[in-house]
């Protein structure tokens, strides 16, 4: 599947994203999220970035981090960064949201921004 295709098909999955996942995973998505949550220190005071999704992962950033670090959620679905927004914009002022590709960033772009 071409890179469209695969943006098409998150775009259309995004409302029903992660309890699909879960389903999908038999529940072991929650194991992983721990791993994942068991590797991020805390003492980072500088950007950090992670895939998006629907924000979950970079939650479990965020609740890590300095409140002024700043951590980047990418995603190439605008409808998954759109759910994520909407988790995740209230509680988390030092998120970005990047519209990309997060196997081909343009770092260049994300240290203008922070």
Known sequence: ???????????????????TNFYISL????????????????????????????????AIICRKVSAQARVFGVDFSDEMLEIARQKLGDQFKNV????GDAADLNLRIILLIS
């Open 96 to 99: 970005i949201f990047i519209a």
């Open 1 to 19: 599947m071409d890179k469209a295709g695969v943006e098409n098909l998150f775009d259309n999955i995004s409302y029903r994203y992660d309890m």
């Open 27 to 58: 529940g072991i998505e929650k194991y992983w999220r721990k791993k994942f949550a068991a590797q991020i220190s805390g003492k980072r005071k500088f950007s950090t970035g992670c895939l998006l999704r629907t924000g979950r992962s970079t």
